[in-house]
C-alpha cells in the first residue's frame, strides 16, 4: 500500500470538514479506518510540506500524487466525496 499523507491546518475549517468526513466514512464503511493516514499539521511540519506541490488544506496525497486538494468554499459533501473517491482508490 502506497503512502497516505494528509496535509491540514489546525484552525482550518476545511480540514474539520476533512475530518469529519473520514470519521463518517469509517462508520459507513468500516474497511476505510483500516487505511493508515499520516495526518502532518503544514505549521508544525514545514520542512515536509516544502515538499510538496499544493496551495490549499486539506490536501490528500498517496504516493506521490496529489489525489486531492480543498478549494476554497467547498462544501462539506464535496469535501466527503472527494475523500472517499481516494480511499475507494487505496489498496487495503
Known amino acids: 500500500m502506497k503512502k497516505i499523507i494528509l496535509f491540514h491546518l489546525a484552525d482550518c475549517p476545511y480540514c474539520h470538514n ?3 468526513a473520514l470519521e463518517e466514512l469509517g462508520r459507513e464503511n468500516p474497511a476505510y479506518k483500516k487505511i493508515p493516514i499520516e495526518w502532518i499539521e ?3 511540519r514545514p520542512d515536509v510540506s516544502a515538499q ?3 496551495y490549499y488544506v ?3 496525497f ?3 500524487k496529489k489525489m486531492y486538494e480543498a478549494h ?3 462544501s462539506y459533501a464535496e469535501c466527503k466525496e472527494n475523500i472517499r ?3 475507494e482508490g ?3
Open 18 to 20: 476533512a475530518k469529519r
Open 42 to 44: 503544514e505549521q508544525e
Open 52 to 54: 510538496y506541490d499544493y
Open 58 to 60: 486539506p490536501t490528500i
Open 62 to 64: 498517496v504516493g506521490e
Open 72 to 74: 476554497p468554499g467547498e
Open 85 to 87: 473517491r481516494v480511499l
Open 90 to 92: 487505496v489498496e487495503i
